[in-house]
C-alpha cells in the first residue's frame, strides 16, 4: 500500500519514463553496473534525444563501505552496508531530475528529492568513513568507456559469488575491465565529476 501511494503522489503526471518498467528491464542482482549500463544502451536505442540528460551514477568512498536505505534486500529500517552501489539519474526537461534504482523498495522512477531524502538520509549521524561519495558519468560516455570482465564476482578458487548475466562481458577497445576506476572517488582518476552528498544535492536538487 505505502508503495503504491508514494508511486502515485510523487511522481508527476507530466513525466514520461525513459526506460520500460521495473519488471521489463535487463537485472541481474548484485550487477548494479550492468544494469545501469543496460538502462543506459536503452535510452541510446530508443530514446536517443534525452541521452545527453541521462548519467550514470556511481556511490561509493574511501573504505568502499556505504549505507543506502530503502534497498530490497534492507533488514527492515536498517540500511544495506554496500561496497558501491550504481544508479541512473535523469535530468528532464522540466529541471525535475529523477532516480532509476533497480534495487530500491522506492518508485521507479522516483524524484531525485524523495530518493535523496529516503535512501540516503542525512549524513550527521554517519560517521566520516561511511559518508558516501558520487561519480556522476554523462550516459554516453558511460556507455563507450566502461569495461568489465566480471572478475570480481568471482572467489579464490574461480567460482561465482554470484550467478552473472547471460549476455556477453561488456568491453571496449581499450579494455575488458576499467570498474574499478569508476568505483573510485579519487576526481582525478576516471570519467565524469566526483561530489559529496551535499555537493550532489546542490547540484542536482530541484528545492
Not at 561519495?133 to 554516453?140: L, N, T
Request: net charge negative; aromatic share 14%.
Amino acid at each position: 500500500m505505502y508503495k503504491n501511494e508514494m508511486q502515485e503522489d510523487c511522481i508527476s503526471v507530466d513525466y514520461a519514463p525513459v526506460t520500460p518498467s521495473r519488471d521489463q528491464c535487463v537485472y541481474t542482482s548484485c550487477y548494479c553496473e550492468e544494469n545501469i549500463w543496460k538502462l543506459c544502451e536503452h535510452v541510446k536505442t530508443q530514446n536517443q534525444g534525452t541521452l545527453d540528460l541521462i548519467y550514470a551514477v556511481f556511490i561509493s568512498n574511501e573504505r568502499r563501505m556505504i549505507p543506502i536505505w530503502r534497498q530490497k534486500s534492507s533488514n527492515g529500517d536498517q540500511p544495506v552496508i554496500w561496497d558501491y552501489h550504481v544508479i541512473l539519474l535523469h535530468k528532464s526537461q522540466s529541471e525535475q531530475c529523477y532516480i532509476y534504482d533497480l534495487d530500491t523498495v522506492l518508485p521507479f522512477p522516483c524524484p531525485f528529492d524523495v530518493y535523496v531524502k529516503e535512501a540516503f538520509q542525512s549524513e550527521e549521524f554517519i560517521k566520516p568513513a561511511f559518508r558516501r561519495k558520487f561519480r556522476v558519468i554523462p550516459a554516453d560516455i558511460y556507455l563507450k568507456n566502461f569495461a568489465s570482465d566480471r572478475s570480481h564476482m568471482k572467489d579464490e578458487s574461480g567460482a561465482w559469488r554470484m550467478p552473472p548475466p547471460l549476455y556477453p562481458c561488456i568491453e571496449t577497445a581499450e579494455s575488458k575491465m576499467n570498474l574499478d576506476d569508476f568505483i573510485c572517488m579519487d576526481p582525478h582518476v576516471g570519467c565524469g565529476n566526483v561530489y559529496t552528498l551535499m555537493e550532489f544535492v546542490h547540484q542536482f536538487s530541484n528545492m
